[in-house]
Nanobody
Framework: QVQLQESGGGSVQSGGSLRLSCVAS????????MAWFRQIPGKEREGVAT??????????NYVDSVKGRFTISRDPAKNTLYLQMNSLKPEDTAMYYC????????????????????WGQGIQVTVSS
């Protein structure tokens, strides 16, 4: 069982930056694959970025709409996942969720966003024009 807690959300103007954090606790020994998702009310939750780090393999994957603007990273010493968001746009406004795979994943399956997961409670990001 893994517990996830997000922080760092808020409101910014278009073009601004925010950094989201997610602290993982519990049995995280097999949490090589983690990700950020986001959801707009009435819309399907979508994957934003994934990160895989384990067994000498490191990889990241991003949805096309955030490539070049967002960066996902991890700090193993703090059991923390980050999402640095730059050049924010109004269309980035959403509830952002931290996620961790429930079972070990291969790097290529991690990048697909298609895996069972533990969820954080979500944190709001609002970008004003």
């Amino acid at each position: 069982q893994v517990q996830l807690q997000e922080s760092g959300g808020g409101s910014v103007q278009s073009g601004g930056s925010l950094r989201l954090s997610c602290v993982a606790s519990g049995n995280t020994s097999s949490s090589y694959c983690m990700a950020w998702f986001r959801q707009i009310p009435g819309k399907e939750r979508e994957g934003v970025a994934t990160i895989y780090a384990g067994a000498g393999v490191y990889s990241t994957n991003y949805v096309d709409s955030v490539k070049g603007r967002f960066t996902i990273s991890r700090d193993p010493a703090k059991n923390t996942l980050y999402l640095q968001m730059n050049s924010l746009k109004p269309e980035d406004t959403a509830m952002y969720y931290c996620a961790a795979s429930t079972v070990p994943q291969f790097s290529y399956t991690c990048g697909s966003f298609s895996w069972g997961r533990y969820w954080g409670q979500g944190i709001q990001v609002t970008v004003s024009s």
